[in-house]
């Protein structure tokens, strides 16, 4: 690891974890109503207003990659603390 990143705040650390974990579930969801997985294409469509059922989908499996992602970055950069 660069030396100038040790000595970013660790608000910054978990900001970019957490823009990380936010796009990586984005692109999961999206790809999930692309290939329509479990016909969740056709749920969606289905739906009374299916634009905002689809981004409500993604928004949520995004949020909670980010979530997650955030988490286990706090996690590892804790334990990196504790080895340094």
């Not at 969801?29 to 993604?58: E, H």
Request: net charge neutral.
């Amino acid at each position: 690891m660069p030396r100038h990143w040790n000595n970013q705040s660790l608000a910054v650390k978990l900001a970019r974890n957490l823009a990380m974990g936010g796009l990586l579930g984005t692109v999961l969801a999206v790809l999930l109503v692309a290939t329509n997985v479990q016909n969740i294409l056709g749920l969606i469509s289905l739906s009374a207003s299916p634009w905002v059922t689809g981004m409500v989908f993604v928004s949520i499996i995004a949020l909670f990659c980010a979530i997650g992602a955030t988490l286990t970055g706090l996690v590892f950069i804790l334990a990196e603390d504790d080895n340094a």
